[in-house]
Each structure stands twice: as structure tokens, then as C-alpha cells.
């Protein structure tokens, strides 16, 4: 089933404090296709900065690549973005390993944040007598949003899918992470999946859900159920965070505001 297209306005403000020239590498563009359409956008670097955009070939997702002198730098980003996002299929099937398109194999192995290998047997346990297919996927998202707590500082960048599974806490990306780390543990291709969402609490940032990929297409879920999966405007897609993170900075930077803010056209 289809859904009426709905266009998102964007307004992205970052600010750093640089003590020396530093690099970054920002993905906050918005992504051209799978399900939206960019319909204008805007970029704005003060003060003025050498940078370029460059375009993954494969996942199309944007980088932007900034060299900052000392200083402030402030980047805003604006954009108006068409989503028309299909409500998801419930009864789409898990698709045997030889059936998976060559792209996606990759997507079922272990990774530097999802450690599937690790969490085979607890998946199975938990998982292994429910229903293959998209059904799965809700009855794993199900068991995050009760099993692990949403508390804000309680994991940090080094922290993987096994802590929150042990320690039953985490933010957004946590709880993306442990979902594409039982769905893999299940051989159910999924990736982490980052973007613009709205939402009450907490403050406005960045959000992460995941991608299963079922029925023979990806589809997104958010087992923090802060967020309906069909209005989130994507940025990135990636195995894990180390592929989607909104900013890489190669020096020292003192962040003064991420406020990436979105709201319906």
C-alpha cells in the first residue's frame, strides 16, 4: 500500500570552536531516492570555508568534506524533502540466503557495533520459534522496546549491541544497533539507518532506526518508538554507526550546538 507523498522542511544548524585548523566530514544532506525526493536544499558555511560534497557511488548518501581555520565555524543546512514512504508489508517473507541480491550479502555478517556472532544463541532463543519474515522483525523490535531502556548518556561511541544487550540501556543508535544485530544473527539482512525524525523528547537531534531487508526491499523500523519509520527524511545508510555518523572531525573541536530540526511542510 502506498502513502500520499508529505514534504519535510529541514533546518540543520552545527557549530564548533576550533583551537587550530581541523578537518570534518559531515553527512547531514539529505539522501536522493529510496523513497524521497530532495525538492530544494540549501548549504551554508560561516565563516566561509574550503569544502567539497562528494556522493557514495553505491549508497548514494552525501559527504561533505570541510577544512576549518581557527575559530567558529557554523553550518547551516536547509532543505525541503518529499517523502512518500509505502506502509510496510507485514507479511513479507524472509528470503533464503541464495535468493539475496550480491549487494546485500553483506549486510548479515558481524560488524565493529553489531556483533551477531555473538548474540546467535540469544537470538535463536528468543527468536528462533517466531515466524520468519517481516513479523519476526516487529516481534524483535517488540522485545527491545520493553527489554531495553531508553536513558540518555548511557552509552558512548565505543559502545556495541553486546553491552545493551547485558546492560538493558541505550539511546537510538543502541537500540538500531542490537535490532540489525539480532536480525543478522537470524540471517535477516539489516543496516543502520540515520536521518532527520520528529519527535517530542529528547531535544532535537539526529535519530537512528534499522533496516530489514524482507519481502525483497528494505524496510524501516524503530524499535524506540519515538518516531513513525515512514516520516523519517534519510541521510545514510551503513552497516553500522562507523559508516553514518553525522560528523568526523580529524582535530580538536568544542561542539556549541546540533540542532537538527524538522518539521512538516
Known amino acids: 500500500m502506498s502513502t500520499t507523498p508529505r514534504p519535510f522542511n529541514i533546518d540543520c544548524k552545527l557549530s564548533y570552536k576550533l583551537s587550530q585548523t581541523t578537518d570534518f566530514v559531515f553527512q547531514i544532506h539529505a539522501l536522493e531516492g529510496q523513497d524521497q525526493h530532495i525538492l530544494s536544499e540549501s548549504l551554508k558555511i560561516t565563516p566561509s570555508a574550503h569544502y567539497r560534497v562528494y556522493e557514495d557511488p553505491q549508497a548514494g548518501q552525501r559527504f561533505l568534506r570541510v577544512q576549518a581555520k581557527v575559530g567558529t565555524l557554523t ?91 547485558l546492560r538493558h540501556a541505550g539511546v537510538c543508535r543502541d537500540f538500531a544497533h542490537l535490532g540489525v544485530t539480532l536480525c543478522r544473527a537470524l540471517n535477516i539482512p539489516a543496516r543502520l539507518a540515520v536521518g532527520y525524525a520528529m519527535f517530542d523528547t529528547p531535544p532535537p537531534d539526529f535519530h537512528a532506526m534499522f533496516e530489514a531487508y524482507v519481502g525483497g526491499r528494505w524496510e524501516l523500523f524503530d524499535p524506540t518508538r519515538m518516531s513513525d519509520p515512514r516520516d523519517l527524511v534519510l541521510i545514510a545508510t551503513g552497516r553500522d554507526a562507523k559508516d553514518v555518523a553525522f560528523a568526523t572531525i580529524f582535530g580538536p573541536a568544542q561542539t556549541l550546538a546540533i540542532l537538527p530540526e524538522v518539521e512538516r511542510g
Open 75 to 165: 553550518l547551516r543546512y536547509k532543505a525541503k524533502v518529499q517523502v512518500a514512504r509505502p506502509y510496510r508489508k507485514r507479511k513479507a517473507p524472509e528470503l533464503p540466503i541464495a535468493e539475496l541480491p550480491d549487494n546485500v550479502l553483506h549486510n548479515l555478517m558481524p560488524t565493529r557495533y553489531c556483533e551477531s556472532d555473538l548474540l546467535a544463541s540469544a537470538a535463536v532463543k528468543l527468536f528462533g520459534g517466531v515466524p520468519p519474515g517481516c513479523s519476526r522483525v516487529e516481534a524483535i523490535c517488540e522485545w527491545i522496546h520493553h527489554n531495553i531502556e531508553y536513558r540518555t548518556g548511557s552509552s558512548d561511541s565505543t559502545t556495541t549491541a553486546c553491552d545493551v544487550f
